[in-house]
């Protein structure tokens, strides 16, 4: 058996735990700041938006490049919300078996 040790900075330990947490404790929090961030940093890549009055603020490379990680986030955070739910379904079955139900909450 071989062991790994790793450092990491105490703020990245602080924000994995706080995230963990809201995730566990708070999942419509989740939900809803992943929306937010897919929503907002989809905004720089909208063509009608991007050509309005701040049209030159919003097609700068900063800003597309900070939308392009918001959307990331968003996406990872809203993915990382599902397999928790998942796993939490998962667990709440009799014996720990996953039950597939469709849109129609038929099995």
Same mark, same amino acid.
């Not at 597309?64 to 990872?76: K, L, M, R, T, Y």
């Not at 009799?94 to 139900?101: K, L, N, Q, S, Y």
């Given at each position: ?12 330990? +602080?924000?994995? +735990? ?18 937010? #961030? ?36 968003? +996406?990872? #955070? ?30």
């Amino acid at each position: 058996m071989t062991t790994t040790e790793a450092q990491a900075p105490l703020w990245l330990l +602080n924000a994995t +735990n706080a995230l963990e947490f809201l995730t566990s404790e708070h999942p419509k929090v989740m939900t809803t700041l992943s929306a937010v #961030l897919i929503t907002v940093g989809s905004l720089p890549a909208l063509p009608g938006l991007s050509t309005a009055a701040g049209g030159t603020i919003l097609a700068s490379h900063a800003v597309q490049a900070a939308g392009a990680i918001a959307v990331g986030v968003g +996406n990872w #955070l809203k993915s990382a919300q599902d397999s928790a739910a998942a796993k939490a379904a998962i667990e709440s079955q009799p014996g720990g078996h996953a039950v597939i139900e469709d849109v129609s909450h038929r099995r």
